[in-house]
């Protein structure tokens, strides 16, 4: 990966983006999309900006494939520091390490000899609408990541689908072994498992063979899984407080205010109606692929690990009416007719 060669007066401005989207993240993604835009040429704004009513807006996928917007290979190091601003604007400190983290294991997989691209560069930033005006959307995606946000009367009203992934889970020869982009969603939930007696886990595990991969793939629109698993409300006290703590991990990985709003959203449907659900192997072991989600009301979280001899992670947070905003933008477009119904039909 390049080096970047930072200005001062772009460090007061990126340090400027990221105290802002600690409590208003919205103002703060406008104002670092601008800043990006303002240091592109022509032909890279035609890259990067999309309409916003564009089927483009759902084509997400975590895949290597060709894909839509401006790359990183593609900037200078003025418009890559703009870009990363941007990045930082929609994610915590926390879920922007995470995010380089795995960018930085495509020179791992490189190195394996792979036939497929392996690029750390090959990282697309792509907006959809103008982002000074109340309603527009952006992505940040390649191999492994696919985060995607979209601002609706000027509130950022969903931070999903959003993906993380990692190969290898963990790295075990070469220069960055022993590096665990995703180590938490998998230590917490194994420290859940582990707690469990055994009439909670007849309830929890659900197959004795993980799924290949995460149930949903990268479907457009998800509807809630078969609603199985052990309650949250079956838990005890200690039980409930580790899977909120594996929650708002997933959770976390968002601006402080988003995070918040997404925590939100988990509680309202209270303890009840939240599930674990595990399948795959009961023991940790090297090989012993395993997979589980924790599904609610409105959001699903997935997160398996089977791929390359469980040393492969997905994951994923989905919300079954919000994912790309559908929710908030049915109305908006109910009282303003004039554009997404291939957003909200789909």
């Known amino acids: 990966m390049r080096r970047l060669l930072i200005s001062t007066g772009l460090l007061v401005s990126a340090a400027a983006i990221v105290v802002a989207s600690q409590t208003a993240p919205e103002q703060a993604m406008a104002r670092a999309a601008g800043a990006l835009i303002a240091t592109l040429d022509e032909p890279q704004r035609a890259r990067l900006l999309w309409p916003f009513d564009s089927d483009e807006r759902l084509n997400w996928h975590f895949i290597p494939r060709e894909r839509q917007g401006l790359s990183l290979e593609d900037m200078n190091e003025r418009q ?19 995010a380089e983290t795995i960018r930085s294991l495509e020179v791992v ?16 930033f792509t907006l959809f609408g103008d982002p000074s005006s109340p309603t527009w959307a952006w992505r940040y995606e390649g191999h492994h990541l696919s985060q995607n946000w979209t601002i609706v009367s000027g509130r950022a009203t969903a931070t999903t689908p959003a993906f ?23 230590d917490l939930a194994w420290s859940l498992l582990g707690t469990l007696t055994p009439e909670q886990r007849q309830q929890a595990v659900t197959a004795t063979t993980a799924p290949r991969d995460i149930i949903t793939g990268a479907e457009r629109v998800v509807s809630i899984l078969d609603n199985v698993g052990l309650a949250a409300d079956r838990m005890t006290p200690a039980q409930q407080g580790t899977l909120m703590s594996l929650v708002e991990e997933h959770a976390s990985s968002q601006s402080p205010a988003l995070a918040a709003a997404r925590m939100a959203r988990v ?80």
Do not use: C
């Open 80 to 98: 890559r520091e703009a870009a990363f601003a941007l990045l930082r604007a929609g994610l915590s400190q926390k879920g922007y390490s995470k």
């Open 109 to 124: 997989l490189a190195a394996t000899g792979s036939s497929l691209v392996r690029d750390p560069e090959l990282y697309f």
């Open 164 to 186: 993380f992934g990692a190969s290898p889970a963990e790295v075990r020869a070469g220069p960055m072994a022993g590096t665990r982009a995703l180590a938490a969603e998998a």
């Open 267 to 346: 509680r309202s449907g209270g303890l009840t109606a939240i599930r674990f659900a595990w399948m795959g192997a009961t023991t940790r072991a090297a090989g012993a692929g395993y997979y589980y989600r924790i599904q609610g009301p409105a959001f699903l979280i997935e997160y398996d690990n089977t791929q390359n001899n469980a040393n492969h992670q997905h994951i994923v947070w989905r919300d079954f009416t919000a994912d790309f905003g559908r929710d908030v933008l049915g109305d908006h477009y109910a009282a303003d007719p004039h554009g997404l119904a291939v957003l909200i039909d789909r």
